[in-house]
């Protein structure tokens, strides 16, 4: 991935969806969640962020699993 690109998928990539079509990924070591919708400012992932936009290189902020380390989770959202 490029750096524009890069930089574009870490804003959201500009998809404008409902809430109820975002994700939930989890970490398979230590539980951590990473939800789509809010995506994790923290390490610069804007809200609305897909998972696969996601550098594959990230690492899990609580146990440092790595990315192929998650799952998806089965959510409901009202």
Do not use: H
Not at 9 to 14: A, D, H, L, N, T
Not at 27 to 44: H, L, R, V
Not at 69 to 75: A, L, T
């Amino acid at each position: 991935m490029n750096e524009a690109s890069r930089s574009d998928s870490m804003r959201g990539g500009g998809r404008a969806t409902g809430r109820a079509d975002y994700k939930l990924f989890q970490c398979i070591q230590c539980g951590f969640e990473y939800d789509e919708a809010k995506g994790w400012p923290d390490d610069g992932i804007a809200p609305g962020t897909r998972w696969d936009d996601i550098p594959d290189d990230w690492t899990c902020p609580d146990c440092g699993a790595a990315k192929a380390d998650f799952y998806m989770v089965e959510i409901e959202r009202s």
